[in-house]
C-alpha cells in the first residue's frame, strides 16, 4: 500500500553546489551528509541528493507543497532555476508550476489548499 511520499530523489553531478542550492531554497542544512547522499527534512518528507544517476526533467515528478506559488517560483528563479512550467489553476483552488534547478532536474511545486498536514504519517 502507497502511504504517501515520503523521499523525492533528485540526481547531482556537483554535489557540493546542489547542496548549497538546495540549502537556500529549503531555508535549512542537510540532517544527513555524505559523500554519496545528502538528505533534507521537509514537512516530513525527504529531499535526497545523489552525485550519480542522470540529471533531467522526465523522470519522476514530485510536487513539493508551498503557501505561496507565484512567490516561490520567483524565489527559487532568483537562486538560480529556470521556468518550466509557469503557474497553472487545476481546478478547485489548486495550482502547480515546475522549474528546472540549475543542476537540470525538474521541481515541482503544488499550492494546494485542500491537503491536510495532520495526516501526514
Given at each position: ?65 508551498v503557501d505561496n506559488i507565484g512567490g516561490e ?49
Amino acid at each position: 500500500m502507497i502511504l504517501g511520499l515520503r523521499t523525492a530523489i533528485y540526481p547531482a553531478g556537483d554535489l557540493s553546489a546542489a547542496k548549497n542550492w538546495y540549502s537556500q531554497v529549503l531555508g535549512q542544512a542537510p540532517y544527513f551528509d555524505a559523500p554519496f547522499y545528502v538528505g533534507f527534512s521537509v514537512g516530513g518528507f525527504e529531499l535526497g541528493l545523489i552525485p550519480d544517476g542522470q540529471a533531467g526533467i522526465a523522470g519522476a515528478q514530485p510536487l513539493w507543497g508551498v503557501d505561496n506559488i507565484g512567490g516561490e517560483v520567483d524565489r527559487l528563479i532568483t537562486l538560480g532555476a529556470s521556468l518550466l512550467e509557469p503557474v497553472s489553476e487545476v481546478g478547485e483552488g489548486i495550482k502547480v508550476a515546475a522549474v528546472k534547478d540549475p543542476f537540470g532536474n525538474r521541481f515541482g511545486l503544488i499550492e494546494n489548499p485542500h491537503f491536510r498536514a495532520d495526516a501526514v504519517r
